[in-house]
């Protein structure tokens, strides 16, 4: 799905805020019909930019379609104060503490190589950060999951109510 307007942007921000809100909800938020709401919801799901059942947004579908993985080496005692910048950086999706190599990881998005370099050049202009080191993500094999380890659960625990006493 190429083009996106305000009106489909305003949909999709309000899905990821809240993805169990109902259509109703949704037209009376927006000062949209019911009718225009849950028709632009099925194109958005149609064209995949709704996936996982509404609940998640294909960001290379928007435009984001460079993915980049970046450790970040920091002065310790600037830490928090690191997280906190990274915070306010909407490319960066997710930061984790690390051990090993690095101090900080997380996960960026960009438009283009050009915008992951402004980017990565915001994140070196943070007080605290000494380098990075980015490795580009080529393709997702795998996205991010969960159902697995739920069903791994669920056997156990179905398993635990079934042994006779």
Known sequence: ????????????????????????????????????????????????????????????????????????????????GVVGALRLLPQVLEVHEISGRGDVWCRVVATDTHNLQSALRQILRIKGVIRTETVLALHTHIPYRTEPLISRLAQADAGKATRPR
Do not use: C, W
Request: cysteine-free; aromatic content about 2%.
């Open 1 to 80: 799905m190429n083009t996106l307007d305000p009106t489909d942007l305003k949909i999709l921000l309000e899905l990821v805020r809240d993805p169990r809100i109902q259509i109703g909800e949704l037209s009376e938020l927006l000062g949209i019909a019911r009718n225009t709401a849950q028709t632009r919801v099925r194109r958005l799901l149609r064209a995949g930019v709704l996936q996982d059942g509404g609940r998640e947004v294909d960001l290379a579908a928007v435009g984001y379609d460079v993915v980049a993985f970046v450790t970040i080496e920091v002065t310790h005692r600037e830490l928090d």
